[in-house]
T-cell receptor, first 111, second 122 residues
């Protein structure tokens, strides 16, 4: 089983739709969780960190489910500009631990 | 100005050539990383460095070497390039101790990526 897994998609949704992605991780000791956004041929950029209490930023909501070992990203009222690949990253806390990235989920928002 | 820069941005070379990709950062971070990204394979770690005197192999270091010339500079070399090293290469920096968030004592080890180098080996 891969350390961090994502459905590659693509998720093809109309503008205004609500869409959700999950990212599962295998190491139950993982402590840090992130969602990154990557536009085509560009570098990944942090979208949001995922805290144990969840995190909301405008139309974006991230949740952590430790029992089932996954994080989720919910996008409400999708915009054309949300079209991108969304990467999750998971790491152990601090120290010498390097985040492991998922392969990404592609989102296409159409008119 | 960008915090993390990479040069060159694009490079086409031939099999067997030596190539160096350079990365500079102005974020003052100690940690620097080199990744490659291939379609369908996501980001894979090549090498990482936690400070100037520290160099570590990542998941796919064979065929690559690195040099940490200063806190701000981390170079990746392909000693003898081969076609399957054709990929998009990203440099990144991070600062794992930048703080906590509210009640959550979580690492804020955000990765800051450079714009990437698109390398083609013919």
């Amino acid at each position: 089983r891969k350390e961090v897994e994502q459905d590659p998609g693509p998720f093809n949704v109309p503008e205004g739709a609500t869409v959700a992605f999950n990212c599962t991780y295998s190491n139950s000791a993982s402590q840090s969780f992130f969602w990154y956004r990557q536009d085509c041929r560009k570098e990944p950029k942090l979208l949001m960190s995922v805290y144990s209490s969840g995190n909301e930023d405008g139309r974006f909501t991230a949740q952590l489910n430790r029992a089932s070992q996954y994080i989720s990203l919910l996008i409400r009222d999708s915009k054309l500009s949300d079209s991108a690949t969304y990467l999750c990253a998971v790491s152990l806390f601090g120290g010498s631990y390097i985040p492991t990235f998922g392969r990404g989920t592609s989102l296409i928002v159409h008119p | 100005d960008a915090d993390v820069t990479q040069t060159p941005r694009n490079r086409i070379t031939k099999t067997g050539k030596r190539i160096m990709l350079e990365c500079s950062q102005t974020k003052g971070h100690d940690r620097m990383y080199w990744y490659r990204q291939d379609p369908g394979l996501g980001l894979r770690l090549i090498y990482y460095s936690f400070d100037v005197k520290d160099i570590n192999k990542g998941e796919i270091s064979d065929g690559y070497s690195v040099s940490r010339q200063a806190q701000a500079k981390f170079s990746l070399s392909l000693e003898s390039a081969i076609p399957n090293q054709t990929a998009l290469y990203f440099c990144a920096t991070s600062d794992p101790y930048s703080g906590t968030s509210g009640r959550d004592t979580t690492s804020t080890d955000t990765q800051y990526f450079g714009p990437g180098t698109r390398l083609t080996v013919l």
